[in-house]
C-alpha cells in the first residue's frame, strides 16, 4: 500500500500539462484528486470514480473559496495542495511591457500561491498534518534575459514557500518546492524552443508524485531537476 492510498490531493491548472500528467499518475497511486483549472474541466477528458474537477482561477479569491469548499463536500478533506498553476509571458524588453501583463503574472504566480496555501492550511491546522507543494521551476533560482518578469514571480513563490516551510514544520505540516528546468508542455504556445531538449510532463510527474509518496515523517524540502540534453 503507497502513502498517496486514499488521500486526497487538491491541485490547480490540473487539466493540462504538468498538472493533467499529475493527477493521472495520483489516481493510479490511490490518490482521490480535486482538479482546480481556469480553463476546463479535467474531468470532461478523464472519467474516475476518484477523480473531481471544478472550474475557477487561481488569482481570484472567492473562486479559490469556493472549489476548497466544493473539494471538502466531495471528499471531506485536503490532505494534499499541488500549487502547479502558473502563466509564463516573455518580457525580452522591459520597457515595452504594460502593468496588465506584469500583473497578470504576478496575480497568478505569487497571488493564487497565497490563496491556496491559505485555504488549505485552514483544514490542515487543526489535523496537524497535510503537505503544501509549489511547482516553481529553475526560473526560481536562475535569471534570463527572456522572461525577468516570469523569474520575478517565482523567486517571490520560492520567498513565499520558504517562510510557510519555517511556520508549517511546527504544525507537522510538510512543504516541498519542486523546481524543474524547461518542460515541454503547453506553455510554450508556438514559440521557437528547442523541445527535444526539454523535460517531459510524465517525467516531471512522476518525481512528484515519488515525493508526495514519502513516509510521513520523511520531508523533501526542495527538489531540482534538468533534462542532461539541455544542459550539455
Not at 504594460?98 to 489535523?127: I, Q, Y
Not at 529553475?138 to 514571480?153: D, E, F, I, K, V
Request: charged share 25%.
Amino acid at each position: 500500500m503507497t502513502y498517496l492510498k486514499s488521500k486526497v490531493v487538491f491541485i490547480t491548472g490540473g487539466s493540462s500539462g504538468i498538472g493533467k500528467a499529475t493527477a493521472r499518475q495520483l489516481l493510479e497511486a490511490g490518490a482521490r484528486v480535486f482538479s482546480f483549472s481556469r480553463t476546463r474541466q479535467l474531468t470532461d477528458e478523464i472519467s474516475h470514480e476518484n477523480l473531481r474537477s471544478f472550474r475557477g482561477d487561481v488569482s481570484i479569491e472567492s473562486e479559490v473559496q469556493a472549489g476548497f469548499a466544493a473539494c471538502l463536500e466531495a471528499f471531506g478533506t485536503v490532505d494534499i495542495l499541488i500549487n502547479n498553476a502558473g502563466i509564463g509571458l516573455p518580457s525580452p524588453d522591459l520597457s515595452t511591457i504594460d502593468l496588465d501583463t506584469f500583473e497578470k503574472m504576478m496575480n497568478v504566480n505569487m497571488r493564487g500561491v497565497f490563496l491556496c496555501n491559505r485555504e488549505a492550511l485552514k483544514v490542515m491546522k487543526p489535523k496537524g498534518e497535510g503537505h503544501i507543494m509549489t511547482v516553481i521551476s529553475m526560473a526560481g533560482q536562475r535569471t534570463n534575459a527572456t522572461s525577468p518578469l516570469y523569474c520575478a514571480s517565482k523567486f517571490g513563490a520560492r520567498g513565499l514557500s520558504g517562510g510557510l516551510a519555517d511556520q508549517a514544520i511546527k504544525l507537522g505540516i510538510k512543504v516541498t518546492d519542486v523546481n524543474p528546468g524547461p518542460t515541454d508542455s503547453d506553455y510554450w504556445g508556438d514559440r521557437p524552443v528547442a523541445r527535444e531538449k526539454f523535460l517531459k510532463v510524465d517525467d516531471v510527474a512522476r518525481i512528484m508524485v515519488f515525493v508526495l509518496n514519502q513516509p510521513g515523517d520523511v520531508l523533501i524540502r526542495e527538489i531540482n531537476f534538468d533534462n542532461m540534453k539541455f544542459l550539455a
